[in-house]
């Protein structure tokens, strides 16, 4: 059978369809075709291939994400989405742009530029659009121009029957039905292939500035955050940057007109008081994830006024389940990301050490006292042996429609099986 599926796979590709190499792999679990449609038509016959066959579909972007989420049960075809790398249309005067799921968000970028305009889910990565959308990151300026679902204006998939489906356009308004673009953004390619999608934009601002203050406790942190929040400085983004040991900055980024980032620069300097600082050039980790290889990475949420509280309890969990916990992210959105380690001076040192133990046990207390802080807590990435030691996306609300969304897109469970919530 394994060379009758490569046949029709060559077939449907334009003979872009392969033998999985050693790299083939998603979380481990080695595939054993890779194909890389370059159209949505060719992605089309790509999934009538695998529906016929009975074949679980992962769909790969850069692969720099696929770890992201429970491990798929079954993976038999990567789809890789590289060859659908333009931008179709930019129609700068509308502030839209149509692009292939599979162009770099870096090149995209860069395009953008030239007209002045950019897609607000800074910083750029090598990552692609696809990816992106599907694994629903967005970065620190989702304060000022909301989640990268919210910049979603149109979209195009492939279903795992193969039949293509169209949602939203080029203009910004509301589609009967489902609004596809809405349901696939942050679906980890459970429910689709996204081919194309298109996105509002945004002007690049014509200058920035980031004020800093440091701070030393979880008190202190919240004090600053509700300062700025309650103030007229309008930021276009707040995030928190915060080691182990609790030494924690403050950052503010202020946007727009040169004149009004330079005013509004000396407010926040004079809110924040003397041990502030500016700077026009955001700080290093600005953007950046708090976990390395190996490590393992939380995506937690939590009320503004809440944010107090995470804090508490993350230390508290830390400190007992023998971790260090970095925190960083947009804590005036509610979204923080969290990277833990193995405590130095604990009995496993280094991220190849890290103990599922402690790992499943930090995540119980703190889903233990997600009331308090009125959030949740998702393990995104870690050591398979982590993942496999508890439940990453924790309790969710409204499974059984998700469930049933589920079973309406992909009946056959083909698509990336058992990689979502609630073994979707
Ligand atoms: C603000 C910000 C900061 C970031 N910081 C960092 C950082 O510090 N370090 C870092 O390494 N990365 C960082 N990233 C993430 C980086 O951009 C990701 O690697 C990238 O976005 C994921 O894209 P990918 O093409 O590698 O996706 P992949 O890893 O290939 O895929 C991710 C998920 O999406 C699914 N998928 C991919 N393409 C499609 C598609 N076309 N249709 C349906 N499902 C699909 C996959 O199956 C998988 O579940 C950051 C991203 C943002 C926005």
Redesign the pocket.
């Known amino acids: 059978m394994g060379d009758v599926v490569l046949q029709e796979l060559r077939l449907a590709t334009d003979d872009h369809a392969a033998a999985a190499g050693p790299a083939d792999t ?1 979380d481990g679990m080695p595939a054993r075709w890779v194909a890389s449609p370059g159209s949505t038509a060719e992605t089309s016959a790509v999934m009538r291939v695998a529906a016929v066959h009975d074949l679980a579909v ?12 429970a491990p798929p049960e079954r993976c038999d075809l990567l ?1 890789d ?2 060859r ?1 790398d333009a931008v179709v249309e930019h129609a700068s005067g509308d502030l839209v742009v149509v692009v292939q ?2 162009c ?2 870096d090149v995209l970028q860069q395009r953008l530029a030239g007209a002045g305009q950019w897609l607000a ?15 629903a ?4 300026t989702r304060l000022a121009h909301g989640a ?1 679902r919210d910049l979603v204006i149109g979209m195009t ?1 492939v279903r795992a029957d193969g039949v293509v489906a169209h949602s939203g356009g080029k203009v910004v308004k509301n589609v009967a039905g489902y609004d596809v673009g809405k349901l ?1 953004t942050g ?9 194309e999608v298109a996105f509002r934009l945004h002007p690049l601002p014509k200058a920035r500035s980031w004020v800093s203050l440091p701070r030393h406790s979880a008190a202190a942190v919240h004090e600053a955050l509700q300062r700025v929040v309650h103030s007229q400085l309008v930021p276009g983004a707040v995030e928190l940057d915060r080691a182990a040991d609790g030494s924690a900055t403050l950052t503010v980024q202020l946007e727009g007109v040169a004149p009004g980032v330079l005013a509004r620069t000396a407010a926040a300097l004079e809110l924040l008081g003397p041990s502030a600082t500016a700077g026009s050039r955001p700080p290093g980790w600005w ?3 708090p976990a390395g290889t190996g490590e393992v990475l939380l995506k937690v949420t939590h009320e503004l006024a809440g944010l107090p509280h995470l804090l508490t309890a993350l230390d508290a969990a830390a400190a007992r389940h023998r971790l260090a916990a970095h925190v960083r992210g947009s804590v005036a959105v509610g979204s923080v990301l969290v990277g833990l380690r193995a405590a130095e001076g604990g009995n496993r040192v280094g991220p190849a050490a890290l103990g599922p133990d402690e790992v499943a046990g930090l995540v119980a207390d703190l889903r233990q006292r997600a009331a308090s802080f009125g959030g949740s807590v998702v393990v995104l990435d870690g050591p398979r042996v982590v993942k496999e030691s508890l439940d990453v996306w924790g309790p969710v609300g409204a499974i059984d429609l998700m469930r049933s969304v589920k079973h309406r897109f992909d009946p056959a469970r083909l ?2 099986p058992g ?1 979502f919530v609630g073994g979707i």
Not at 121 to 135: E, K, L, M, Q, W
């Open positions: 998603v992962v769909v790969r972007g850069a692969g720099n994400r696929l770890t992201w989420g789809v989405s590289t659908m799921a599979g770099r968000l889910v800074d910083p750029p990565r090598p990552g692609t659009v696809g990816g992106t959308v599907a694994a990151l967005s970065g620190p990268v998939m696939l679906s980890y390619g459970t429910l689709g292939v996204i081919t953007g950046i994830q698509l990336a990689r």
